[in-house]
T-cell receptor, first 113, second 114 residues
Framework: TQLLEQSPQFLSIQEGENLTVYCNSSSVFSSLQWYRQEPGEGPVLLVTVVTGGEVKKLKRLTFQFGDARKDSSLHITAAQPGDTGLYLCAGPAGGTSYGKLTFGQGTILTVHP | DVKVTQSSRYLVKRTGEKVFLECVQDMDHENMFWYRQDPGLGLRLIYFSYDVKMKEKGDIPEGYSVSREKKERFSLILESASTNQTSMYLC?????????????FGPGTRLTVT
């Protein structure tokens, strides 16, 4: 079973601060995804990283896929209260098709005004 | 616009009741999934379906069953609800593909079993 470990589990910061969330595994993934879940809603895909070493930017969010494709990070610059939510990384569940994903346990981010 | 809907946002049931959670997607996706979400545990896969009438167990299928009679609808059944099944239940769908692909989620059903 391929496991994804996220850290930290909780993050509470002030508006304007920078932060990084990590997603690590001992297994190689062909791709990794990042989702954000707001209270009362289901997760929504933010980005998929596919190539080792790849960096993708989505406004103030920067996503990186490790060179060995075993880890990924999400960096937020100048966090805003609207960034508050649960951030989940996910990768294809090993040895299967049908679009199965395995998820990390999530990072709860709270940005205070 | 892509849409996955779940029959209830909140549900309160008594121990021993049979509970049905319904999920409908309008994207003609082949794959559908049921997860439960508990604090600190992320999303855990209960069952998934890759075609009408086809289903496979996920990581935590005990105490649950599923039904997929039509492509757009995937139901989760708790045969005899227990308090340890109090949780947030999320339904998702994705198109047929090999490897990981985006999953589209419904808003979730928060089930409380008393």
């Amino acid at each position: 079973t391929q496991l994804l470990e996220q850290s930290p589990q909780f993050l509470s910061i002030q508006e304007g601060e920078n932060l990084t969330v990590y997603c690590n595994s001992s297994s190689v993934f062909s791709s990794l995804q990042w989702y954000r879940q707001e209270p009362g809603e289901g997760p929504v895909l933010l980005v998929t990283v596919v190539t080792g070493g790849e960096v993708k930017k989505l406004k103030r969010l920067t996503f990186q896929f490790g060179d060995a494709r075993k880890d990924s990070s999400l960096h937020i610059t100048a966090a805003q209260p609207g960034d508050t939510g649960l951030y989940l990384c996910a990768g294809p569940a090993g040895g299967t098709s049908y679009g199965k994903l395995t998820f990390g346990q999530g990072t709860i981010l709270t940005v205070h005004p | 616009d892509v849409k996955v809907t779940q029959s209830s946002r909140y549900l309160v049931k008594r121990t021993g009741e049979k509970v049905f959670l319904e999920c409908v997607q309008d994207m003609d996706h082949e794959n559908m999934f049921w997860y439960r979400q508990d604090p600190g545990l992320g999303l855990r896969l209960i069952y998934f379906s890759y075609d009408v009438k086809m289903k496979e167990k996920g990581d935590i299928p005990e105490g649950y069953s599923v039904s997929r009679e039509k492509k757009e609808r995937f139901s989760l059944i708790l045969e005899s609800a227990s308090t340890n099944q109090t949780s947030m239940y999320l339904c998702a769908s994705s198109p047929e593909t090999r490897g990981g692909t985006e999953q589209y989620f419904g808003p979730g059903t928060r089930l409380t079993v008393t």
